[in-house]
């Protein structure tokens, strides 16, 4: 007698993984950090024509305790980062990251000074959607292939991402700029708008590892 | 290309001549923009006696250039203020100039408080200090940053300060 | 040299004793400032007394590029600055270029880009009203207006092939001319817009909760109007009536019959209800425009070797060919005086002028922007002292602070 018939119908067996990854992939509370153009265009999606809801992400929530996904629409500047990495680490886990846009993932048109050559140098991103902005339809189904990914690799206790502790994109762009030419920001990290190193834990490891072709005594 | 000054402003220009002595080098324009030239150490006073006895009330616009590399140029930086007179529509653009190696000028920010951020970003992206400012900090740019990245000898795509964070990896947070 | 920040947060001289002030920290990511501005406000109970506005979380970079990119590849480049009005940018650019370069535009082209300069007042507009309003916590108003920015979204992709950054304005002309379906489709918007617009109204206007968060909050008298260098509507709101459509009138704008909305009480409600009127007299000028548009070619004549070839004499044609190649070789392009010059268009949200210097090249030597945000947002402090928290919403969404412009 198989499984299902002594059940009956209102039962149904399955793993606990997949189940919770179901529940959660079909509720993503996004939080949108929508620095530029791509976040007008991720408004336009959470509004009447394209609506986001159909999906189960139109949550938007400011607040970053209370959001397991991030959007991040829009170019991303030096003065930013600290600020990004401080509120992807405040966003609770389970969490997955989508880069909105050509500028969040590799800087697109602005290749200068101020603006970082993609959020992936510093932060794990788990979907990227191109375009300069991205159409609504292209974030929609950004949304669908990260419930997919979800569905696929989820765990309930979230391990699958203990094993991954090591940087994932591209290495800093440090070698670009010869050295006797680089100026890494001498100021006190403490006391300006940067995050602190070290301050979360085994950061300051990563640290030195993505940064070893600048300048080391900054960094102490 | 000159075109002629209205009578209005050649009266004006005359009057500034005869209250600051060669003070206003030049009068030029291009284009319907009417440009007078003047003196560094006499710039503030100048604008001074342009908004009170000229009309001219408002201060449209403040910004510089770093002529290093501008053909035949003299000065370093020049900075440009493009004043308006709201009643009868009137525009005018005051250029002056600063050089190397401690570019100054005096700030007009007690003449017009719209200048206060416009000559923050100046001092920001040029590194010209601006004398009597209330309050001369960067804008754009954080407080740490070194150099003055308008200027031409900065490098389009900077000297590293774009790679210099933290990096985050997936298994902490 | 250079004050740190924390000394400038410490509050004025005559209240510095009272210990009971605090500190709060307003953004750099909060729903209110829409992208990212950070406001550290010094706080009395919940009273305002003082707010350093720290900016340039978006500080992209945008004047460096205008001098390593020539005249046409830079408007790709301006879209982004402004970006809930893109082409309003695109012609403010190339209206400096064509004042530096001397190029006369034909009527038609005049015509198309006074119809796009006024949807694009339309766009701007209702996302600062529907954003207003949201923050507020009128979140229909937000819908209406979405749904209304979707079918001008629509009208750019017919018309450039882009919905949101079209890039559509070139030296002397535009990247293509318009053609008869998207005028049928740009008259069919303007039938119904009067009807949304209304909706929008009707939601607002009688709004108790909205008219108690706007009438009298961040109140802008007309001196420091014209002391703070404010423009467009936020001025127009405060009695200062300047509009260079009417008093500088550039492109084809004398053309037209149109009104200059002003106020007299330069409050928050002003400021919305003077952006609800501008919306009517756009759509006033929009169909006088596209009613007369004139025949003929949309770029100014080719001789000049200044404008781009069209396609088909790229294609078809030696002269056609060697004229496209000379504009887009790096030792060509275009002969501009080595002059400089300073043009300022009237965009949705104020003065947008570029001084562009000049050094005898295609590309500018400097492209200076003149951003109407930096000058509003430098408003803040002001306009917020004496009120309580809650009225910051209001205030940063009727000055409609678009951040990438503010930083470039
Ligand atoms: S990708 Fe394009 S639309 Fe998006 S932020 Fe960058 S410039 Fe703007």
């Known amino acids: 007698m198989a499984l299902e018939d002594f059940l009956g119908d209102n039962i149904f067996v399955t793993k606990l993984n997949d189940i919770a990854s179901w529940c959660r992939k079909n509720s993503l509370w996004p939080m949108p950090f929508a620095t530029a153009c791509c976040g007008i265009e991720l408004m336009a999606t959470g509004a009447s024509k394209h609506d986001i809801a159909r999906f189960g992400a139109e949550a938007f929530r400011f607040s970053p305790r209370q959001c397991d996904l991030m959007i991040v629409a829009g170019r991303v500047v030096m003065k930013m980062v600290p600020v990004l990495q401080r509120i992807w680490l405040q966003m609770p886990e389970p969490k997955w990251c989508i880069s909105m846009g050509a500028c969040a993932s590799s800087g ?65 762009l440090a070698l670009e700029v010869p050295q006797e030419l680089q100026i890494v920001a001498p100021g006190n990290y403490a006391s300006s708008n940067r995050l602190v190193p070290g301050s979360c834990h085994n950061s300051q490891a990563n640290l030195l590892q993505g940064l070893s072709g600048l300048k080391g005594e900054n960094l102490s | 290309m000159s075109e002629e000054f209205p009578p209005v402003l050649q009266a004006l220009a005359e009057a500034v001549s005869a209250e600051f002595p060669g003070r206003l080098l030049s009068r030029t324009s291009f284009r319907g923009n009417l440009r007078f030239h003047v003196c560094p150490d006499k710039a503030h006073e100048i604008l001074k006696y342009l908004k009170t006895r000229g009309g001219f009330g408002m201060l449209v616009e403040l910004s510089a250039a770093d002529y ?36 100054t000028l005096d700030s007009v920010v007690d003449l017009w408080e719209g200048a206060n951020w416009m000559e923050r970003e100046v001092y920001d992206m040029y590194g010209i200090v601006f004398r009597n400012h209330p309050d001369l900090r960067r804008i754009l740019l954080p407080d740490e940053f070194v150099g003055h990245p308008l200027r031409r000898d900065y490098p389009m795509r900077g000297k590293g300060e774009r790679h210099n964070f933290p990096v985050l990896t997936r298994a902490e947070g | 040299m250079a004050l740190k920040l924390a000394d400038v947060i410490a509050p004025p001289a ?28 010094n706080l009395d109970g919940e009273v305002i007394v003082n707010s350093i506005p720290d900016i340039g979380f978006l500080h992209s970079g945008f004047e460096k590029l205008g001098e390593h990119l020539d005249f046409n590849q830079y408007v790709t480049i301006v879209d982004r600055m402004n970006y809930i009005s893109p082409v ?12 530096l370069l001397g190029i006369d535009l034909t009527p038609r082209c005049q015509y198309i ?11 701007d507009h209702l996302l600062c009203v529907g954003a207003a309003a949201l923050d507020l916590g009128a979140f229909t108003a937000f819908l209406y207006a979405f749904n209304q920015r979707e079918k001008i979204n629509e009208l750019n992709e017919w018309a450039s092939g882009q919905r949101f950054h079209p890039s559509y304005t070139r030296v002397g002309g535009l990247q293509r001319d318009i053609d008869d379906v998207w005028i049928g489709k740009l008259r069919a918007f303007i039938k119904q817009f009067p009807s949304a617009l209304a909706d929008v109204t009707g939601l607002l206007n009688r709004n108790r909760i909205f008219l108690d968060r706007t009438r009298d909050i961040g109140i802008l008298t007309r001196e420091e109007a014209i002391n703070r260098s404010v423009t467009g509507p936020v001025a127009r709101a405060s009695g200062l009536v300047r509009d260079l459509r009417k008093d500088e009138p550039y492109l ?8 200059v909305v002003a106020a007299k009480e330069g409050d928050c409600l002003a400021r919305y209800l003077v952006r609800m009127e501008e919306m009517r007299e756009s759509i006033k000028i929009i169909s006088q425009a596209i009613e007369n548009l ?80 930096l000058v509003h947002f430098a408003l803040f402090n002001h306009l917020a002292q004496g009120h309580t928290i809650s009225e910051v919403a209001p205030i940063l969404g009727s000055l409609n602070i678009i951040a990438a412009e503010l930083d470039r």
């Open chain 1, 108 to 172: 697109g048109v602005f290749d200068t000074y101020s603006v970082v050559q993609g959020i992936d140098r510093f932060l794990p991103v788990d979907v990227y959607i191109p375009g300069c902005p991205p159409r609504p339809e292209q974030l929609l189904q950004a949304v669908i292939d990260l419930q997919d990914k979800i569905q696929r690799t989820g765990t309930v206790l979230g391990s699958e991402f203990d094993r991954r502790i090591r940087p994932e994109g591209p290495r800093p």
């Open chain 2, 68 to 103: 290093l590399q501008y053909p035949d140029a003299e000065d370093r930086y020049g900075v440009w203020y493009c004043l308006l007179d709201v009643e009868n529509g009137r525009r005018l653009i005051v250029k002056t100039k600063a050089n190397d190696p401690d570019p």
């Open chain 3, 14 to 41: 005559d209240v510095r004793e009272k210990d009971y002030l605090w500190t709060l920290n307003f953004g750099p990511q909060h729903p209110a400032t829409h992208t990212t501005l950070r406001i550290v406000l």
């Open chain 3, 88 to 99: 309003a940018n695109e012609i403010a650019w190339h209206h400096s270029v064509e004042t």
């Open chain 3, 113 to 123: 880009r006074v119809i796009f300069s006024e949807l694009m007042r339309l766009h």
């Open chain 3, 252 to 259: 084809a704008y004398k053309d037209f019959d149109f009104k």
């Open chain 3, 294 to 373: 004139p025949s003929g070619p949309v770029n100014a004549s080719v001789d000049e070797r200044m404008v781009l070839p069209n396609q088909l004499s790229v294609y078809r044609s030696i002269e056609g060919l060697i004229h496209h190649f000379e504009l887009f070789m790096t030792n060509r392009k275009w002969k501009p005086p080595v002059e400089e010059v300073y043009a300022a268009t009237e965009s949705p949200n104020g003065e947008l002028g570029f001084y562009i210097v000049s050094d005898g090249t295609g590309t500018a030597y400097r492209a200076r922007t003149r951003p109407p945000s």
